[in-house]
């Protein structure tokens, strides 16, 4: 592209909320065939709030989310922020944290080994987690054992954003196809997918972050083996590497550093319409210049 129409997009994306990190970002949006958004943050607000509370073994419930909450106090997942609430103030002992991005983290407290997160993660240490039904768009369950035994499950409600279905409506009425790939489990995932308008055999479930990326590429290339240009769209930190597979990786204002710092775009605030703008900007600036 010219300097003069870059510089010209460069000032009509910023007045648009977008920030444009480089000027070869403005080719590679133009004909974009294929968007992927991350669900948690992303697509929904990524503020889990505690919904419902199910008692598996003989803990009480503000017992097990204090346990929960103080397990959680050293992730930055969006979770533990709804969880770690529960321990807020109280002085209880941690030890031993671990994180496991994608699943969930393990900590002693108070002495008692205690595991927070997806049936996947427990079940990966030796427990067996029943199915439990979240029931509704945007919820979520983790579980919690304690010293080796199943507690309890938590179920987080975590409601799609207001714009979500209109930016995706926007998008697959340009003939774009939009995917939801998400670490979170296939029943929550879809049902989020359906209250936005992706269709089902769209939505990647318990994607662990390390293969996120390598989903994007998957998708660089379409059926009969043609390429087609992918945008991924993501605010965590378990997105960086996909952001940077992808032919232009856009991060939310409202994510982390180190999605941003992976990312082509920044959309200044977390609305989704964003997408679609940006991906305009790329058209028009490709215009401007053939
Ligand atoms: P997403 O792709 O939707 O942003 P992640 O890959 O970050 O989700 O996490 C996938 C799943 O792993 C979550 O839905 C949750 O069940 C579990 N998980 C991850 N981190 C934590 C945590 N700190 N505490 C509890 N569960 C977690
Ligand atoms: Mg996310």
Not at 197 to 212: S, T
Not at 214 to 241: F, H, Q, T, Y
Request: charged share 25%; net charge neutral.
């Amino acid at each position: 592209a010219t300097p003069v129409a870059v510089a010209v997009a460069t000032g009509r994306g910023a007045r648009a909320g977008l920030l444009v990190r480089d000027a070869s970002a403005f080719e590679r949006m133009d004909r974009i065939g294929a968007v992927v958004l991350d669900k948690t943050g992303t697509v929904t607000e990524g503020k889990p709030t505690v919904s419902d509370v199910i008692l598996h073994g003989s803990l009480d419930r503000d017992r097990l989310l204090l346990l929960a909450g103080a397990a959680e106090r050293g992730s930055e997942h969006p979770v533990a922020h709804a969880l770690s609430a529960f321990a807020d103030g109280r002085e209880i002992a941690v030890d031993g944290f671990r994180a496991v991005r994608g699943g969930g983290v393990s900590a002693s407290v108070d002495g008692r080994m205690v595991l927070v997160g997806s049936a996947a993660f427990l079940e990966g240490r030796g427990i067996a987690v029943p199915d439990v039904d979240a029931g509704g768009v945007g919820r979520t369950v983790v579980h919690v054992a304690v010293d080796g035994a199943l507690a309890g499950s938590i179920v987080l409600a975590d409601a799609p954003k207001p714009h979500s279905r209109e930016a995706i409506d926007t998008l697959r009425r340009q003939g774009i196809e939009v995917f939801l790939l998400t670490g979170d489990d296939p029943s929550p995932a879809r049902a989020v997918a359906e209250a936005v308008g992706i269709p089902p055999h769209h939505v990647f479930a318990r994607v662990l972050p390390d293969e996120k990326a390598s989903k994007v590429a998957a998708l660089r290339m379409a059926e009969g083996g043609r390429a087609r240009r992918v945008a991924m769209v993501g605010d965590g930190i378990n997105d960086a590497p996909a952001l940077a597979a992808a032919d232009v990786g856009i991060a939310l204002g409202t994510g982390t550093d180190v999605a941003k710092a992976a990312a082509d775009v920044v959309i200044a605030t977390g609305d989704l319409r964003g997408v679609p703008r940006a991906l305009a900007l790329g058209r028009a600036t490709l215009r401007a210049i053939r």
